[in-house]
């Protein structure tokens, strides 16, 4: 039999106890094993709980950080923005300023997209409002989309700009002078010939058939005989000479959305122009390189066709502005045929490229015909072309501009 007294004796010295202390004893010890585990798990939480207090402590540290850092980083990128409105700098956003958002403006339409031209449909399906296509040496007219429209020619002007400048027998050789008169108040476009430029009206004249300068255009016109208004004159004056009666010009660079035509009048425009060799050379060259106030600047042609080299192009003029659209006169031999061609608000860069491309690969391959001589039609009209021209170019894709 087991004798707990003996035990206690043996272990701790000390006198036997009876049984019923023994028995209080071992309760004592059920009792207090449950609140010693009580209490380690008590001390475990509060450690937990310190270290989550500490852990918040730190995540808004961070969090604070990360906010001053952003800050920072924000106000670091900020920066000035100008805008030049009213022919003035405006600051519309500085150093520590608020992001400023770009409102969405949508694009202004062209004067033949307010008409309802844009509609138009053609055998071609060509992305031009106005297209005309004629035989330069019979008058026959290949192809016609609204042709008596009369809408902003924007660059197109440099054409009569250069018409009545050669027509003036001006020294070619003296020098002209850029001045703040040449700057562009209508659309404030930008230019490298800079205030105090002296070319040769013969470079003036270059830049603006080639490269569509619009300061060279300005120049030419205030150094007219009689100044620009006496220039804008002889513009007008030649037009009537040449039976141009939908034409109308008010400025040497075709900046002003005034400056107005038909297709029918440009090919006459075309025609006359073609007939002046300095005309011809300075709107095919492909480049040019001139002093600009001791630096030299390097000029390219506007039109990406004689660019290309695979056009055989005899005269041409490139335009735009928003209220013209994207415009393009060009007289070119096409499949051995010397022809005109006019294409006025085109959609997008290089739409009236690939409109004239187009063209050129159905004359190329369309039935040959024997053409007759007639005049300008009176009326404008939907072209029906002859020969099935969907049908041919369907056959033939285009090459691309």
Partial sequence: MFRSDSIFSRFFGFTPLSAAAVAVLASASLLAAPMAEAATKSTSTQKSAKKQAKSSKTEKKVSASSTRTAAKAEASTSRKVVILKNGKRQIVASHHAAPVRAVFTPAKPSLGEAMGLRDTEDALALRSSVALVMDQNTNEVLFQKNPSAVLPIASITKLMTALVVTDARLPMD???????????????????????????????????????????????????????????????RKARELGMNDSHFVDSSGLSSSNVSSAMDLVRMVNAAYRNPTIREYSTQTEHEVNVLGRTQHYVSTNRLVRGGNWDIGLQKTGFISEAGQCLVMQAKVNGRNVVMVFLDSVGKLSRFADATRVRDWLEHAPSTTPQPHAFPSSPNLTQTPGGARAILASHPSHGT
Avoid: C, W
């Fill in 174 to 236: 003296e020098v002209l002078t850029i001045s703040e008169e040449d700057k562009d108040t209508e659309k404030h476009s930008s230019s490298r010939l800079r205030f105090g430029t002296q070319l040769t009206r013969q470079e003036l004249l270059l830049l603006a058939l080639m490269s569509s300068e619009n300061r060279a255009a300005s120049a030419l016109g205030r150094n007219y005989p009689g100044g620009l208004p006496a220039f804008v004159q002889a513009m007008n």
